[in-house]
T-cell receptor, first 116, second 115 residues
Framework: AQKITQTQPGMFVQEKEAVTLDCTYD???????LFWYKQPSSGEMIFLIY??????QNATEGRYSLNFQKARKSANLVISASQLGDSAMYFC?????????????FGTGTRLTIIP | GAVVSQHPSWVICKSGTSVKIECRSL??????MFWYRQFPKQSLMLMAT?????????EQGVEKDKFLINHASLTLSTLTVTSAHPEDSSFYIC???????????FGQGTRLTVV
């Protein structure tokens, strides 16, 4: 079974609009972490935002915010005021397991294209 | 943010030879590092988790005798692709987990081409 599910293979969004990228996860660990990364065509992985399972508030980093709904096991990324430079692949990832036994697994990704 | 350096960034090798890829955390100690393989237009597939001073934990379906992982120090993990074949050609990328588990820093990736 998929640990991380991203149901949107591709999205096209008008510049300056907000965009929500979906991510659902599956784990039985009480303690876990959720990450979002951006991967431009160069291949580098750019960290965007992190949400811990025990964090009470939704994480925010500049134009990025994470809509964390623990009961639904979803961790959607919201990008406000999209820019042309936001066009890239976006991956949701989950860290689970205890110290020395951790894993960081990725979803299939969403290709976001910002239209001028 | 912290820096993880992966070397080489690209390599071309002949079929049957071995290739070593290095992943260094430059400004922090990484007890846990991850190795991934990524095919074009696909996601990152976790190959193995490497913990300093112990044997790597391989994901199901990954041949541990073919993909040798060594994590001898808190700043260096290596992946050696042994007896490489054209089907091993791929983008390999490493990640180092921060101490609190709230950060995972990635290397630049290595594009391996086996001819």
């Amino acid at each position: 079974a998929q640990k991380i599910t991203q149901t949107q293979p591709g999205m096209f969004v008008q510049e300056k609009e907000a965009v929500t990228l979906d991510c659902t996860y599956d784990t039985s660990d009480p303690s876990y972490g959720l990450f979002w990364y951006k991967q431009p065509s160069s291949g580098e992985m750019i960290f965007l935002i992190y949400q811990g399972s025990y964090d009470q508030q939704n994480a925010t980093e500049g134009r990025y915010s994470l809509n964390f709904q623990k009961a639904r096991k979803s961790a959607n990324l919201v990008i406000s005021a999209s820019q042309l430079g936001d066009s890239a692949m976006y991956f949701c990832a989950m860290r689970e397991g205890n110290f020395g036994n951790e894993k960081l697994t990725f979803g299939t990704g969403t290709r976001l294209t910002i239209i001028p | 943010g912290a820096v993880v350096s992966q070397h080489p960034s690209w390599v071309i090798c002949k079929s049957g030879t071995s290739v070593k890829i290095e992943c260094r955390s430059l400004d922090f100690q990484a007890t846990t590092m991850f190795w991934y393989r990524q095919f074009p237009k696909q996601s990152l597939m976790l190959m193995a988790t490497s913990n300093e001073g112990s044997k790597a934990t391989y994901e199901q379906g990954v041949e541990k005798d073919k993909f040798l992982i060594n994590h001898a120090s808190l700043t260096l993990s290596t992946l050696t692709v042994t007896s490489a074949h054209p089907e091993d050609s791929s983008f390999y990328i490493c990640s180092a987990l921060g101490a609190l588990g709230t950060e995972a820093f990635f290397g630049q990736g290595t594009r391996l081409t086996v001819v």
